[in-house]
């Protein structure tokens, strides 16, 4: 079985400050993690995806992850928030080869001026 | 990238009505999916494809059904709307690329019954 904890359903930052979003996870075999961004009214939109390879995995409009297998953890992190980052965040894990995703619950990123 | 197309984005419609949410893909992927997502709530698995032909329940049950006779088209649903049937529907397709697969959704279709 596989599970997804994200520990913070809110997390607020301002602008150009750094963003700090938190996920645990439990998986019986090598898991593959993602983190997906849903914007209001929008489908989910890939950041990134780690896959047993670098444990610092980069993605798309500036942020990265690092997978801690010793924590069981693979929190999202970004440099200097953007007003556009405002979102929800969803952490996710796939056991290598089912295909299958177990999703987080969420985490709402809200970005102040 | 994947394009995926989901249509209608919105509907609004009355209980009882029997309602189909059509999803599609062009890029030729084997796998799809239909995913439940209530406001501020995680995504939940109703249905799934592996191929033409196959249809299975995913972990959330699911008064809908899904069919799959071409591979580009995996339709959901619903008999007879209810309230109850309220919520955002999301497709997904899996792109099979170096280090496994990776999902990627459709812009989704909320549905209101009354």
């Known amino acids: 079985a596989q599970s997804v904890t994200q520990l913070d359903s809110h997390v607020s930052v301002s602008e150009g400050t750094p963003v700090l979003l938190r996920c645990n996870y439990s998986?019986?075999?090598?898991?593959?993690l993602f983190w997906y961004v849903q914007h209001p009214n929008k489908g989910l939109q890939l950041l990134l995806k780690?896959?047993?390879?670098?444990?610092l995995v980069k993605g798309i409009n500036g942020f990265e992850a690092e997978f801690k297998k010793s924590e069981t953890s693979f929190h999202l992190t970004k440099p200097s928030a953007h007003m556009s980052d405002a979102a929800e965040y969803f952490c996710?894990?796939?056991?290598?080869?089912?295909?299958?995703?177990?999703f987080g619950k969420g985490t709402m990123l809200l970005v102040s001026p | 990238e994947a394009d995926i197309y989901q249509t209608p984005r919105y509907l609004v419609i009355g209980t009882g009505k029997k309602i189909t949410l059509e999803c599609s893909q062009t890029m030729g992927h084997d796998k799809m999916y239909w995913y439940q997502q209530d406001p501020g709530m995680e995504l939940h698995l109703i249905h799934y494809s592996y191929g033409v032909n196959s249809t299975e329940k995913g972990d959330l049950s699911s008064e809908s059904t899904v069919s799959r006779i071409r591979t580009e088209h995996f339709p959901l649903t619903l008999e007879s709307a209810r309230p109850s049937h309220t919520s955002q529907y999301l497709c997904?397709?899996?792109?099979?690329?170096?280090?496994?697969?990776?999902?990627?959704f459709g812009p989704g279709t909320r549905l209101t019954v009354l």
């Open positions: 780690y896959t047993s390879a670098a444990t």
């Open positions: 998986s019986s075999y090598s898991p593959s």
């Open positions: 996710v894990v796939s056991d290598s080869g089912y295909s299958t995703l177990t």
């Open positions: 997904a397709s899996t792109h099979k690329g170096q280090g496994g697969d990776t999902q990627y």
